[in-house]
């Protein structure tokens, strides 16, 4: 795999895919009801001073990705062990990802096909897209960027244009009090996918950053998506009213089911369909390249083997979940170990850096 | 590595040729215009009014859309079953086609399934993929599957023909609403719990034959005997129908609901000596916003009516280019806008529904007060004040600054 | 001259004549001093490789240098330089060197007052003179364009760029055909690692013949896995030149009008030179069509089979309707129906080139539209799908670089066996390994998606639409390329006219 520098401008354009994510396809914060919109924002603050340590970490040591920042501030074993576990983080991440991918697929596209088949599409096409390594994923997400935009773009623009948007459902405002929006904020919103941005400390070192503008750059993308993510989700609301948008499975999915344009643009929920795929497909990449990276530092074996060892486990973990009401269950138990990390490994490893270093 | 590609090249072509699980040709698709949903006992029985595409188009190599085609473009026929699903099965039993409801315009409940509450339909369309929620409703006052008989001349697709209707309705006289599906499962989870979903019917001309309108022969006359019409509008608390109001009083409720988009509105002339003396008032815009204000126990809604037109008709005496006589002029048409919409909300009183949405209006600025009342709210509708303040605009007055007249002989 | 006598020639010509065996276009003129046994002077050429006029004047210079008395020997060469009125001329002594020089349209001469032999370099034979490209024609701009002749070509090239920064570099290769290849280059413009890698890749060729400038395009390509070409081709001129000044180096080989350009970008084939010479707005807008026609030529075929076999819920329901009607009684599916289709275009298509001028045209577009309507007709095939086929071919002859659209044509198929199979899942799953091919591929160190992937903000200037030329101050950066401004900034315009 190339570790030549390449600019940072592929890195933050995957960073705002990988953020955007999956994040729309559900309806977060959904035990604040109407005020998801606070809670949300709280989540984001909360996974700002992460994301400040996590670049703070590698402003001390640049040249340093996790693997190599834990064994060499952690000790060899311990390092190891806790690269291993990171490993299996991502690895577990992965395979959520591609189950969120194919039940989507499943649902929408293609009713009947086994979801085994799409399952096995999706991941030779992504281990095809981890064997190029991490420098083409950000190129390829440079490339597809415009197409994002102009899709989420086009969504909120039709939702508009068809007096869809019913600003008068965010009241009334704290209806419930700020105890809801507290649980619903913490721990599993900055959890997901506010503090996912962990995964980045694997990436930092590929890129130019000591440039000036990096820091500032990806701040300001976080923020920008951040405000995205919040009036997403808050889209849902207005179209929908909160109790449907709790109930339904696909919010999003459902406010652009009700898209009719002239005749000719209705049911565009492909379009839907099309960002979700590159938001997901993203992540999925992006947990599997780090997870490689790391597996093929701590075994010594090939990146390419390593590729392909984890994308048969990650298919295989995948498949975990018998249905998909189980696979949303876990999602929700599984988050409150991600805190571990996100934010108790990392900080333990910044504690140990600012030790070490003085 | 080549072992590995080997493989790979197999399985894929496998996948391939294997005639995957999801394939549908466009030839083995009964795309439905319209369903209808009845109940009779302790079933429900459905009927699908399918398109037949041959007779819309002829298809191989000829010209397209011949109207002498003698073969009907729809075919309608219905099934049974214990749940609705059951009986969208049942029907495969019979026709040689896999059933598409994703272009479906039109969903029509009889009155016995109105009744009798609608929580399985909308579950079903909720739930599926293929049934959207953007279908729009009707009501009528009997059986469904009598309505889905029938042709719409010229129009070749029934179905969409009475989706086409209601929609022009509301764009041009906002008589009756268009409800879609959604509408009432959001309905059913908002606070006021109550909607109107307009009626369709049958409705002879000259004591003509319903069943002469189902037949292709309804395509080779010029005058129909009987025609598909919308009627009144019926009242749904809930997920049940419960009774009906009339054109009128849903066309106040539309006002109410800020749902009037252009209409036309009759009025007295100013200073008419004779009931001959009207004008038509041409809606262009309309904006109507409702404001809670709590008054003792209960509350007093103040609606805002803000309308801008043009006149398009006129038999008054008084002269048109005095302004004093436009700014009568747009008096009367307050006043019959305020009067249709007392008419509204008398009917949604008298029915002890919440047809107006007061509730949620009510909910979102006086949370605490709403939390109380929310039990017997529907009661609680008489308690409540309608203060109602119409400003109209009459922009001018057409290609004539005068009344056609006669001269005084 | 005695016809009885055996005229003496040197060894060498025999050891010469036998090296050619006996070709019976292999000539030697004997040149003798009077009343001299052997010869003085023999000149070897090869007919029709040498060029009349100019071998004429040599065989005056040889003759009359003959004819000169034995105490005034002049130098033969410095006679023959003061006679002959282009050429070169070298001393050459080994038999092989002069082998070579015959088979390469000089004449040899060799003779008694020379230490070895002289080649004089006087090539010729037949050559087409300059027309109009047949392959890549312009509306407006130069219509000249290449001929088989490298030396022809070298001096298209030379005219338009005579600057002394154009370097020139020769070579030979293949066993057999020695094919002469020449690479055209402006120093101080191009990057040195370029030439440095191209200089390498051509070194490393060793084959029996180079008939044509495709032979070294797949030698010296990036990788033989890729149906997109790494490496530029063209017949005109103009487009070299344009080329060379932003800093691309051009191969010409002699025997083809075909001349190489590399490194090339993606984005590249979609620019014709024509964008430059006109206007910038509809040289904008006929680039977006570009752009538009390679989307539609790829994805059209495969996007119908997705969306009327898997997810009709997109149509329109009026569309859907005509579309089922056309579909009654067709027996294939549509997958195989727009295989079959897709294939019936490309014989006819390949078809339309073999075929004799006379027939041509008239079987090509009659032919193609009549068994299209007659399919339909017969109910073997469904009105749109013709439409869907031939406006996609249609629109990949949009495309100026016949390389790109072959590349696409192969796409194509892919995606539509993908779509029939898994509908616009398929499609999406095919479009991202391309993605990632393009994105991933090098040409000679360049990554083939610049500028667009690593982001290089200047050079989107010249890419989806063409700026006027006041604002292309830069060249397109070929790897941070040296020599960025090509212009200086432009003052204000109305300087002047204040009058």
Not at chain 3, 53 to 78: H, P
Request: include cysteine.
């Amino acid at each position: 795999m190339d570790n030549q520098t390449t600019n940072p401008s592929g890195l933050i354009t995957c960073f705002a895919f990988y953020e955007i994510g999956s994040t729309t396809l559900f309806f977060q914060a959904a035990e604040a009801k109407q005020d998801a919109w606070i809670a949300m924002t709280m989540a984001a603050v909360a996974g700002f001073f992460l994301l400040a340590m996590y670049i703070a970490m590698h402003r001390q040591d640049p040249d340093r990705d996790l693997f190599t920042l834990c064994r060499a501030y952690l000790g060899n074993w311990v390092g190891m062990a806790i690269g291993y576990s990171f490993i299996g983080y991502f690895t577990y991440e992965s395979s959520r990802n591609l189950r969120d991918l194919v039940e989507l697929t499943s649902q929408i596209l293609l009713n009947d096909t086994p979801l085994i088949i799409i399952g096995l599409i999706t991941i030779v096409v992504v281990a095809n897209t981890a064997r190029y390594g991490t420098r083409i994923l950000f190129l390829c997400t440079l490339v597809l960027f415009p197409f994002l935009a102009v899709g989420y773009i086009l969504l909120i623009v039709m939702l508009a244009g068809q007096h869809m948007i019913h600003t008068e459902n965010v009241l009334p405002m704290l209806e419930n009090g700020w105890q809801p929006i507290f649980k619903a904020a913490f721990p599993k919103l900055v959890s997901f996918p506010f503090g996912q941005t962990v995964l980045f400390l694997v990436f930092f070192p590929l890129v130019r950053s000591q440039t000036p503008g990096f820091k500032r750059f990806v701040y300001l993308t976080y923020g920008g998506v951040s405000l995205f993510l919040i009036a997403m989700n808050q889209l849902m609301v207005f179209v929908l009213g909160q109790s449907l948008a709790e109930k339904v499975s696909f919010p999003l999915l459902e406010s652009v089911q009700l898209i009719e344009f002239s005749q000719v643009f209705e049911r565009m929920d492909i379009l839907f369909v099309f960002v979700l795929f590159l938001g997901l497909g993203t992540k999925l990449a992006a947990f599997y390249i780090g997870a490689a990276t790391g597996f093929s530092q701590l075994t010594r074996m090939g990146y390419r083997k390593g590729v392909l060892l984890l994308g048969a486990l990650i298919f295989v973990l995948a498949f975990l979940s018998p249905n998909y009401t189980h696979h949303i269950w876990m999602g929700k138990v599984v988050t409150y170990w991600f805190t571990i990390f996100q934010i108790a490994l990392p900080l333990l490893l910044f504690l140990a850096m600012k030790i070490r270093r003085g | 590595m080549k072992r590995w590609s080997r493989a790979l090249c197999a399985l894929t072509a496998c996948c391939l040729l294997s005639g995957c699980w999801d394939r549908r040709e466009l030839n083995e698709l009964g795309i439905t215009a319209a369903t209808a949903i009845d109940r009779s006992g302790d079933e429900w029985v459905v009927t699908y009014q399918v398109i037949v595409p041959s007779a819309m188009w002829s298809g191989a190599g000829g010209s397209g859309g011949a109207t002498s085609s003698s073969q009907s473009s729809v075919h309608v026929f219905t099934s049974r079953g214990s749940t609705i699903r059951e009986a969208a099965n049942r029907a495969n039993l019979e026709f040689t086609r896999q059933l598409y409801f994703s272009h479906t315009d039109v969903l029509v409940l009889g009155k016995a399934a109105a009744q009798q509450g609608i929580t399985e339909v909308l579950d079903l369309y909720l739930r599926s993929f293929d049934a959207r929620e953007t279908v729009l409703l009707t009501v009528t006052d009997g059986e469904g599957s009598k309505i889905l008989r029938q042709f719409v001349p010229p129009e070749r697709l029934p179905g969409t023909a009475i989706a086409t209707i209601l929609k022009t309705d509301q764009e041009t006289s906002g008589l009756t609403p268009t409800v879609r599906v959604f509408d009432v499962a959001r309905s059913i989870y908002s606070d006021a719990n109550a909607i109107l979903v307009p009626e369709i019917g049958i409705r002879r001309v000259d004591g003509g034959d319903p069943k002469d309108l189902e037949g292709v022969d309804a395509f080779k006359t010029s005058i129909v005997p009987t025609k598909l019409r919308l009627l009144r509008t019926g009242v749904f608390k809930g997920a049940r129908l419960v009774g009906w109001i009339g054109q009128r009083e849903s066309y106040g409720i539309n006002w109410l609901t800020n749902r009037i988009k252009n209409t036309m509105i009759i009025f007295p002339c100013p200073g008419a000596k004779s009931d001959k003396e009207r004008a038509a008032y041409r809606v262009r815009t309309a904006k109507t916003r409702v404001a809670p204000v709590k008054s003792g126990q209960s509350f007093q809604m103040n609606v805002r009516v803000k309308s801008k037109g043009v006149l398009i008709e006129s038999s008054c005496t008084k002269s048109l280019s005095d302004p004093a006589t436009i700014a009568a002029m747009e008096q009367q048409i307050e006043k019959v806008i305020q009067d249709d919409i007392r008419l509204g909300w008398n009917a949604s009183q008298q029915m002890n529904a919440d047809l107006a949405g007061f509730a949620d209006i009510v909910h979102r600025k006086y949370p605490d007060a709403w939390k109380q009342m929310k039990n017997d709210w529907d009661q609680r509708l008489d308690q409540i004040e309608l203060n109602v303040h119409v400003q109209a605009t009459l922009e001018n007055t057409g290609m004539l600054s005068d009344t056609v007249r006669e001269k005084p002989s | 001259m005695h016809a009885s006598e055996k005229l003496a020639e040197p060894a060498i010509v025999d050891k010469l004549r036998r090296r050619l065996g006996g070709s019976s276009d292999f000539i030697v003129r004997l040149f003798h001093e009077d009343a001299k046994e052997h010869c003085k002077y023999a000149v070897c050429y090869i007919d029709g490789l040498v060029d009349k006029t100019l071998l004429a004047f040599m065989i005056e210079a040889v003759a009359a240098e003959t004819r000169e008395e034995a105490g005034k020997q002049m130098d033969l060469a410095k006679s023959l330089a003061s006679r002959v009125p282009v050429g070169s001329l070298t001393d050459t002594d080994s038999e092989d060197k002069f082998v070579e020089a015959v088979l390469n349209g000089e004449a040899v001469i060799i003779g008694t007052a020379l230490s070895g032999g002289l080649t004089v370099a006087i090539p010729g034979g037949p050559s087409r003179s300059v027309e109009e490209p047949s392959s890549q024609t312009v509306v407006r701009g130069p219509k000249d364009g290449f001929t088989e002749s490298l030396s022809d070509n070298v001096s298209l090239v030379r005219r338009r760029l005579r600057t002394p920064d154009l370097r020139i570099e020769d070579r030979v290769f293949g066993r057999y055909t020695r094919t002469k290849v020449a690479v055209v280059y402006i120093e101080g413009i191009i990057q040195p690692v370029i030439l440095e890698e191209l200089r390498r890749r051509l070194d490393a060729i060793d084959i029996d013949g180079i008939l044509e400038s495709g032979y070294i395009e797949e030698l010296i390509q990036e990788t033989s896995w890729t149906p997109f070409p790494t490496v530029q081709n063209t017949e005109r001129p103009d487009t070299v030149a344009g080329h060379l000044l932003e800093g691309h180096a051009a191969v010409l080989v002699d025997g083809t009008p075909f001349a190489l350009i590399l490194p090339v970008t993606f984005f590249k084939f979609f620019l014709s030179s024509e964008d430059y010479y006109q206007r910038h707005d509809i040289a904008s807008f006929v680039r977006i069509i570009r752009f538009i026609a390679f989307f539609v030529s790829l994805l059209l075929p495969s996007l119908y089979i997705a969306v009327t076999t898997f997810q009709q819920e997109m149509i329109p329901t009026t569309m859907l309707i005509s579309l089922a009607a056309q579909r009654e009684g067709v027996p294939l599916p549509a997958l195989l129906e727009a295989l079959l289709m897709e294939l019936t275009f490309e014989v006819i298509r390949e078809a339309g080139i073999r075929m004799p001028r006379v027939i041509g045209p008239a079987i090509s577009i009659v032919g193609a539209l009549v068994l299209g309507q007659a399919a339909v007709q017969a109910g073997l095939v469904s009105g749109a799908m013709v439409i869907i086929v031939s406006f996609t071919a249609i629109a990949n002859f949009v495309i100026p670089a016949l390389g790109m659209s072959a590349a696409i044509r192969i796409m194509r198929f892919l995606l539509m066996a993908l779509a029939g199979s898994f509908g616009l899942f398929g499609v999406l799953a095919g479009m991202i390994p391309l993605l990632l091919h393009l994105v991933a591929l090098r040409s000679f160190g360049v990554p083939y998606m610049l500028p667009v992937a690593p982001l290089k903000w200047i050079n989107f200037k010249d890419l989806f639409f063409r700026l006027p030329w006041r604002a292309l101050t830069e060249r397109p950066a070929v790897i941070g390329s040296r020599n960025i401004r090509r212009q200086r900034k432009q003052g204000p315009r109305r300087e002047g006219n204040r009058n």
